[in-house]
């Protein structure tokens, strides 16, 4: 900062605290502030994927949505079911397979997620810490020409999945789409983004 001639003349009667503090006034704004963390502790959520919004894979494919639950594991503190969507007559389809878990404390929902693939395989992997305290997703990639049962025309599909934990818990997606195309890896790692979202929400007490 410049001072004008007549404020040089005056900086030298005032004492240096003041000088800091006409200073401090010229300054930038203070950078804003970081969003607030995620909550620390999360409850498992019953018949939870009839709970999420279909729109996000039916705006993809079309059709219809369906849910169904795996029935529950005495002792395993986990959920699991399905949000799927298609026309019936048709092989574009989307499954949505979600996982849920509480692990006890943020510590070990963190060491609860596995570890990522091995250099050598397939699909594309990385890291998303703006989902959570932990997380990442694997895309594989796009299987062409795929000779299915029943279905003349060639299929093609693709697989991804993705692993967050927050505070006391961890999910787990794992999206299956199949059709004569599939969404490229952006679409696919926003779609999966949005339902973690959309899970934790939901999982919110």
Do not use: N
């Not at 395989?121 to 959570?132: E, I, M, N, S």
């Not at 999966?192 to 007490?205: N, R």
């Amino acid at each position: 900062m410049t001072l004008p001639g007549h404020w040089s003349r005056f900086a030298l009667v005032l004492p240096p605290v003041l000088i800091g503090a006409l200073l401090a006034g010229c300054a930038s704004p203070s950078e804003p502030t970081d969003p607030p963390p995620f909550p620390t502790s999360y409850r498992l959520v019953d018949e939870l994927c009839a709970k999420l919004d279909p729109q996000p894979l039916l705006d993809l494919v079309g059709g219809a949505a369906k849910t169904k639950e795996w029935p529950l594991r005495p002792g395993h503190p986990s959920r699991k079911c399905m949000l799927g969507a298609g026309e019936a007559d048709s092989i574009a389809k989307h499954s949505l397979t979600v996982h849920t878990a509480l692990a006890g404390s943020p510590e070990r929902a963190r060491e609860a997620l596995p570890p990522k693939p091995e250099p050598h395989a397939r699909g594309t992997w990385y890291d998303l810490p703006q989902l959570g305290d932990r997380a990442w997703v694997w895309i594989m990639p796009v299987d062409e020409g795929l000779d299915l049962p029943d279905i003349a025309e060639p299929v093609t599909a693709r697989r991804a999945s993705m692993y967050v934990a927050r505070g006391d818990a961890w999910i787990w997606l794992d999206l299956l789409s199949m059709g004569s195309e599939v969404p490229d890896e952006a679409t696919t790692e926003a779609l999966l983004a949005a339902y973690a979202e959309q899970t934790f929400t939901v999982m919110t007490p």
